[in-house]
């Protein structure tokens, strides 16, 4: 008998990101929209110029309450009326406030979507935001966080942020607020921060779906084209500082029997040219179950579940801007109280070791092959799509931006793949935030000679 070679995986072909097409409606709203045909449920994503850096000083969490408000009535309809009529439309509705804006999130039937449409320009043009209401969603913002308090992971990124950033810039506290400041938000503030921010013509409305037998220009218009206010307005984007000085950071939490990890510094925005690079070679680091950290401390040690590398994207400026973007790269993972130390000491090994060697061609191909490969499952469905180009609204990069981004990372080598993920991740500029029993690992993490290690009491 015979016997034949399986072949080998062939070359990775850049997937096609759907091209939006772009207008604008009479009150100075943007639009983009992308036919899927297919696509029977289509999605709508409203992007507000309402960034998190806006919010006034004291009131952290008043852009997260004025969108939970949203769907909480109308100038027509009460709460109870606005909830029975999307549901009537088979639509859902979503917002939330992140720092670069406040998203609004609609999904719906094409065959309901003027109904559903004219639902969210309602909300948008004029939210009642009653007293109850806006008392209730404050009460429960207050409600949730001890519960994020208590989350380890939650508590150690919010102990990083505050370590990398100053305290006076709002990328360094909790994104929906604290106990003490979301106290302080009652109707008036939730009122006050839309008049100064919510507008049509500083917003972007992304429609995605199947528009077979709709008219959407004249859906849009007879909607979102209703709304009205004032114009546009430059808003600076402030310089943003950080320190990230090698050092350790322990969140006590006596008698944990795991110790999260989450070890970051500042890095690139989608706009500078490393970030292809820098998103292969972290991949290849920690993006999957076979990158080096989990061979290492899951598969050979038995540390770990799992630790994943990752970067992201904190904030972008517009070109024009003097500002520049800021995004975050960190690594993170739980691992069990005792071996803390053991799997810090194996995790900068394995970091030192890549500085040394560098990646393989073997690790660079798979990389590859899973980042452009997965593509057209990751954009199956048309909220999907509508949130990337959201995203790229609002990181001001260009509209083909995702597509170029599959071609990059297709062209791009093992040589620059190295580079940009062993100056992402230095040795001794990293921030460790480590939330676990203090009491049991803070000797063996200074043994490790990381950085300085500093306690915050439970």
């Not at 952290?60 to 009460?78: H, P, Q, Y």
């Not at 948008?124 to 429960?140: H, T």
């Not at 990752?310 to 904030?315: E, P, S, T, W, Y």
């Not at 991740?425 to 939330?435: A, G, Q, Y």
Request: hydrophobic fraction near 45%; glycine fraction near 8%; charge should be negative.
């Amino acid at each position: 008998m015979e016997f034949h070679p399986q072949p080998g995986p062939g070359r990775a072909t850049p997937w096609a990101f759907p091209a939006p097409e772009r207008s604008r409606l009479d009150n100075g709203l943007t639009v983009l929209r992308c036919h899927r045909p297919g696509q029977q449920v289509i999605a709508v994503e409203v992007s507000l110029d309402a960034p998190l850096e806006a919010e006034p000083a004291g009131l952290d969490g008043v852009a997260t309450i004025m969108a939970r408000a949203f769907s909480e009535g109308t100038d027509k309809l009460s709460a109870e009326d606005f909830t029975a009529e999307l549901e009537r439309c088979g639509a859902t509705l979503d917002a939330h406030a992140d720092h670069p804006a406040v998203r609004v999130s609609l999904e719906v039937p094409a065959s309901r979507l003027a109904k559903a449409l004219g639902l969210l320009a309602d909300a948008l043009r004029a939210p009642a935001f009653p007293d109850n209401e806006v008392e209730r969603l404050v009460n429960n913002r207050l409600d949730e966080i001890p519960h994020e308090l208590a989350n380890p992971a939650r508590r150690a990124a919010m102990a990083l942020a505050a370590e990398i950033f100053p305290a006076d810039s709002r990328l360094s506290r909790p994104r929906q607020g604290t106990e003490e400041t979301v106290r302080r938000i009652d109707a008036a503030a939730v009122r006050a921060f839309y008049e100064a921010h919510v507008r049509p013509a500083t917003a972007t409305v992304v429609v995605v779906g199947d528009f077979t037998g709709i008219d959407l220009d004249e859906v849009l218009a007879e909607s979102l084209g209703a709304w009205t206010g004032a114009s546009a307005e430059t808003r600076p984007v402030p310089a943003v500082s950080a320190d990230d000085t090698g050092r350790v950071v322990i969140v006590d939490r006596p008698g944990a029997v795991q110790t999260q990890l989450l070890i970051g510094r500042v890095g690139p925005d989608r706009h500078e040219r490393v970030w292809p690079a820098q998103v292969l070679g972290t991949y290849c680091l920690g993006g999957t179950l076979t990158s080096r950290l989990d061979r290492v401390l899951r598969e050979e040690k038995g540390y770990t579940y799992g630790v994943r590398a990752f970067g992201q994207v904190l904030r972008s400026a517009p070109p024009s801007s003097a500002g520049a973007g800021t995004g975050m790269i960190a690594i993170s993972g739980s691992v069990d109280t005792p071996n803390t130390g053991p799997a810090l000491e194996d995790l900068w090994t394995v970091l030192r070791t890549l500085a040394a060697e560098g990646l393989t061609e073997a690790e660079r191909d798979v990389a590859v092959q899973n980042l452009v490969g997965v593509a057209p499952l990751k954009y199956e469905t048309a909220a999907a799509v509508a949130g990337t180009l959201a995203d790229q609204v609002e990181q001001f990069l260009p509209d083909d931006f995702q597509a170029r981004m599959y071609e990059r990372l297709a062209e791009t080598g093992t040589v620059e793949a190295t580079a940009a993920v062993v100056s992402a991740f230095p040795v001794d500029r990293m921030v460790t935030v480590l939330v676990g029993d203090a009491a049991e690992i803070a000797e063996p993490v200074k043994a490790l000679g990381i950085g300085p290690v500093t306690v915050i009491p439970a």
